[in-house]
């Protein structure tokens, strides 16, 4: 799977054909999850449920809010920012292999029906079913409901400019494209990454050896808004080459409007060699 043209190519899918995913997309898309690790050592699952669950129809709800759809992918995980934080990590992975393979996505945080989900899927006293995404075939056909949330959420197809998200040394000084050297694609894809209402609070500041990564806090989805955001960093500096990894630093530039979350560690010796 080619990252960055990955995430260009994203998009929330709300309207399906109503075909159930055929059998070689299961074994693929269960394959992969199999493969996958939750990062920061933290635990999270996925699961990909059928509302055609051992040959009855089940209802798994989403307020009208999804069309068509016969297959979701859950996120399981643990009642912790971090782990929800990883979690979405995780998520994201599985979401953009999904969109390699041509099937369309949508992020739902809220709009879903959480006990329908709980009758399906069976969960431990300490996890939590966090978000789920349809994942299917997209119709062509875009209904009245799609076509108002998208209207409505105005910035849904935009994002903020790189200076309002990136910063260079200090708060007060914007990373422009012109200034943030090899780092531009990585932020980029980390500007491209979807969001609850397309809030995109996350930070970053580039430092001497770091990026930091702050949020904006709000309620509900900004420890999982995070996790997409550093899955997009991590694996588009993965696939350009650039060596690093996250570590959550004692001391890190303050700032009293943002919560620090983490630091990309730059390893420039690793970088150098290509390892
Ligand atoms: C954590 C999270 C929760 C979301 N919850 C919903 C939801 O409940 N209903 C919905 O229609 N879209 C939901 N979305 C989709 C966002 O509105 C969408 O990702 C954003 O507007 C950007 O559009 P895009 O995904 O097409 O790039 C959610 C997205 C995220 C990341």
């Known amino acids: 799977m080619k990252i960055v043209e ?12 109503g075909e159930a995913l055929r059998d070689e997309h299961i074994a693929q898309i269960e394959e992969h999850i199999s493969r996958l690790k939750t990062p920061f050592g933290m635990k999270a699952r996925v699961v990909l449920a059928s509302i055609n669950s051992g040959g009855t129809a089940v209802k798994l709800g989403t307020y009208g809010l999804v069309k068509g759809a016969s297959n979701y992918l859950v996120l399981i995980c643990e009642k912790d920012p971090f782990s929800e934080t990883a979690g979405a990590y995780l998520f994201e992975q599985i979401i953009l292999f999904c969109t390699s393979l041509d099937l369309g996505t949508c992020w739902i945080g809220g709009t879903f029906n959480r006990s329908d989900f709980k009758k399906q899927i069976s969960i431990e006293a300490n996890e939590q079913i ?51 050297g090899r780092f531009l694609t990585p932020l980029e894809m980390v500007r491209l990454a979807p969001s609850a209402n397309n809030k995109q609070e996350w930070r970053v500041l580039l430092d001497e050896g770091y990026l930091h990564f702050y949020k904006k806090p709000y309620p509900m989805f900004d ?41 990309w560690v730059i390893d420039n010796e690793k970088e150098a060699y290509g390892i």
């Open 223 to 263: 420890t999982i808004d995070m996790g997409i955001a550093l899955c997009h960093f991590e694996l588009t500096c993965k696939e350009l080459g650039m060596a690093g990894q996250y570590e959550r630093l004692a001391n890190y530039p303050e700032n009293d409007k943002l919560k620090y979350v983490i630091s």
């Open 6 to 17: 990955t995430i260009q190519k994203r998009h929330s899918v709300r309207t399906y054909t």
């Open 130 to 180: 966090r978000v789920i995404s349809p994942v299917g075939y997209a119709s062509t056909q875009k209904r009245f409901v799609e076509k108002y949330i998208v209207q409505s959420d105005k910035k849904h197809a935009s994002r903020k400019g790189f200076g309002e998200l990136f910063f260079d040394n200090n708060f007060k000084n914007p990373l422009t494209k012109g200034t943030s």
